[in-house]
């Protein structure tokens, strides 16, 4: 399987900037996407970002303008910049990987999730 271990988050004022990264690991794997997700107390989980291995991005609408998605895909790695941060982007953020696993006639596909980061903007 593939492993995602997240880092970055914490808490900040409004207006304040964050940065978010995640890291995949396992054996013989290749990502097709990665992104972020965020579920906040009471509610449903829901994407932030998302990017492809050919860079294309995926944003919600309530982040658009603020919050910037990128990815290595040597490193197999995804960072999300989060400027101008306000107290409804408070939540538990994931990260999340798409791809398969290399098999010998054809890829296995996965879904992973990282443990999820704490993010609190306060007023």
């Known amino acids: 399987q593939v492993q995602l271990v997240e880092s970055g988050g914490g808490s900040v004022q409004a207006g304040g900037s964050l940065r978010l990264s995640c890291a995949a690991s396992?054996?013989?794997?290749?990502?097709?996407?990665m992104g972020w997700y965020r579920q906040a107390p009471g509610k449903q989980r829901e994407l932030v970002a998302i990017?492809?291995?050919?860079?294309?991005?995926n944003y919600a609408d309530s982040v658009k303008g603020r919050f910037a998605i990128s990815r290595d895909n040597a490193k197999n790695t995804v960072s999300l910049q989060m400027n101008s941060l306000k107290p409804e982007d408070t939540a538990v953020y994931y990260c999340?990987?798409?791809?398969?696993?290399?098999?010998?006639?054809?890829?296995?596909?996965?879904?992973?999730w990282g443990q999820g980061t704490q993010v609190t903007v306060s007023s």
């Open positions: 999340y990987a798409a791809g398969g696993l290399i098999r010998a006639i054809i890829d296995r596909p996965f879904d992973s």
């Open positions: 990017i492809t291995s050919g860079d294309t991005t």
């Open positions: 396992g054996r013989d794997f290749r990502i097709n996407a």
